[in-house]
């Protein structure tokens, strides 16, 4: 008569709650391709962000030079028209006109400097992002991190040491 005992049981297949090692790999690259899109677009809207400020700075520039040229070609008229002139008002007038460009220019050309105040040129907190994630990565390489995971919750990371 033959029995049936659990030593003569044939081996277990796999759990299939345990990842495979392809299952793992494609994991971290798909985590690490999503890092670097998720850092890019930080870069890419702190630069676009910085262009704007720049693009309304260099308006307000432009406006301030535009309307200058303008004033400096009323100062020229009005040096004329006070050498050729006999009389005071029409050169004055032309004067009050000259004056009141420029200080326009002086308003147009404060308001471009204090937009470029906030104007840092270069997307700081991508580079610390992606300086961050380096590290990150160089301590997932050597292990010390997984190391210290292990050692944090022996239960759940399968830790064979003690910790000390």
Same mark, same amino acid.
């Given at each position: 008569?033959?029995?049936? &005992?659990?030593? $003569?049981?044939?081996?277990?297949?796999?759990? &299939?709650?345990?990842?495979?090692?392809?299952?793992?790999?494609?994991?971290?690259?798909v985590d690490v391709s999503t890092l670097f899109r998720s850092e890019i677009?930080?870069?890419k809207a702190e630069v676009t962000n910085d262009? /704007? /400020?720049a693009g309304k700075a260099?308006?307000?520039?432009?406006a301030a030079g535009f309307i200058a040229v303008f004033g400096f070609l009323f100062l020229?008229?009005?040096?004329a028209m006070g050498i050729i002139a006999v009389g005071l008002a029409p050169w004055l007038a032309y004067l009050i006109?000259?004056?009141v460009l420029f200080l326009v220019a002086g308003i147009l050309g404060l308001v471009?400097? $204090?937009?470029?105040?906030?104007? /840092?040129?270069k997307p700081e907190a991508a580079i610390n992002q992606a300086q961050k994630t380096v590290d990150d990565l160089k301590l997932a390489a050597t292990g010390e991190r997984t190391a210290a995971l292990r050692l944090a919750d022996p239960h759940a990371h399968g830790a064979t040491g003690v910790k000390k």
């Open positions: 008569m033959a029995t049936h &005992t659990p030593e $003569s049981a044939a081996p277990q297949a796999p759990r &299939t709650a345990d990842p495979t090692i392809g299952r793992l790999v494609n994991d971290a690259l677009a930080l870069a262009a /704007k /400020k260099g308006a307000m520039f432009a020229l008229h009005t040096i006109v000259t004056l471009g400097k $204090s937009a470029l105040k906030g104007f /840092k040129g």
